[in-house]
């Protein structure tokens, strides 16, 4: 038994050592639960539009489509979406492998 208390004794020497050398952690301070945006950003941000926001507007747009219509695509024919998924794995590891 005064092996096992040496011990016990040894490993709270260590735990107390090592928290000593430990840097201390800043707390962070919790954000509110609403933030409501800042006006005077909003109407800055809808006053710089430019016609290359508008380009990446009309392709997010776009895209969201595509990925829309690949949704419905899939869920109406799934096992031909998986097969398919297979063959291009297939011929883009054949390509891969070269």
């Not at 799934?78 to 070269?98: D, E, M, S, T």
């Amino acid at each position: 038994m005064t092996r096992a208390r040496n011990l016990q004794d040894e490993v709270s020497q260590l735990r107390s050592d090592a928290n000593k050398d430990r840097p201390k952690r800043k707390r962070r301070a919790a954000k509110p639960a609403s933030v409501e945006p800042d006006q005077d950003a909003e109407q800055e941000v809808s006053a710089s539009v430019t016609p290359e926001t508008e380009k990446l507007k009309d392709l997010s747009r776009q895209l969201n489509d595509l990925v829309n219509n690949a949704e419905d695509g899939i869920k109406d024919h799934p096992v031909a979406a998986v097969l398919g998924a297979f063959a291009l794995g297939i011929v883009v590891g054949a390509a891969l492998r070269r």
